[in-house]
Every structure is written in C-alpha cells, then in structure tokens.
C-alpha cells in the first residue's frame, strides 16, 4: 500500500479501510491541522447532515462555514476479487480525487487490464514489489459537489475515531 502512495506521489497519510459510496476503500488524506484545531476550539465536529454540509458549500456561506479539516489526495482499492471489480470501485470513487488500484502480479500482466485502467484514469499498481510498471492515475476531479464535503466530513469522523488527527 505504502507503495502504490509514494508511486502515485499521493500526499498525506492513510486512513484505516472504510466503507465509502459502496465502496471498500483506502483513503489517503491531507489533514490540516491548523483547520482541525480551529474546529476543534469551536466545536464543530465532522458533520454529515446533507443540508447543512449544502449551505457550507454556498458561497454565501462559504465565510461562516467551519474550515475543511482534511483533503482527500487519494483512493487506494485492493483488488480481492479480480481486477474488473476493482476498477468499478474505483471508477465510482474517481469524481472525489484521483484513485488507484492494488492488484495481484498476474492481473498486471494481463494487456487488457492494463489497457483499461488508462483508459478510465484510474491508477494500477502491482502488489509485489518486484513486478515493474504502473499505470499512473489522472489527477484532479470535476467540479466541487455538496457530496465532496460529506466525504470530507465522513473522512474526518473516520480519522478522529482512530486517532489520527494531531491533538489541538
């Protein structure tokens, strides 16, 4: 996994698996502390009701709104089950930041795999070291939705819960 981060030059730590969208994925994140301490001191914890994370994304509101504590750089999905699953996942996860799969050494031999993954901008990885290549994934996303707030939030509650957030 540290692998496939630093390949797709990703920034930031990764997060503890979690469920996003239907997806089983990695999260790779910025966090920013002097924003988490910010909301901290205030008391605005991560926050997943759909209309109010609606409102922040206003631009009449954007000033009033609580800072975003964290930034999504990346979305790591292991293949377990074959590498066309896998890219579904990571197709779905792709309008939230760039995204990237693991998969076994075999699949990466496989031109049709290969030849898929570039074709969406999803990143491909082999999982042993030792297998050269990659498929690096396209970088940036569409324009900002209400729905990339809530993953931020879900990502932040997710991040707290296992402690990895710097203290404030």
Do not use: K
Request: hydrophobic share 45%.
């Amino acid at each position: 996994m540290a692998r496939a981060v630093r390949v797709f030059g990703w920034s930031g730590v990764a997060l503890p698996e979690i469920m996003l969208v239907g997806c089983r994925v990695i999260p790779i994140v910025d966090i920013d502390p002097i924003a988490h301490r910010a909301r901290e001191c205030s008391g605005d914890g991560p926050n997943l009701d759909a209309d109010v994370l609606l409102t922040w994304e206003w631009l009449r509101s954007a000033a009033h709104s609580p800072p975003t504590a964290l930034h999504l750089t990346g979305v790591l999905v292991v293949a377990r089950r074959g590498w066309r699953r896998a890219l579904r996942q990571a197709r779905s996860m792709r309008g939230f930041g760039p995204a990237g799969v693991l998969v076994p050494p075999a699949a990466f031999d496989d031109e049709e795999c290969r030849l898929e993954f570039a074709l969406h901008g999803i990143g491909l990885v082999p999982s042993d070291p030792d297998v050269d290549g990659v498929v690096v994934p396209e970088q940036g996303t569409a324009l900002r939705q209400p729905t990339d707030r809530w993953i931020e939030e879900t990502l932040y509650r997710h991040a707290l819960d296992h402690g990895l957030c710097p203290p404030a």
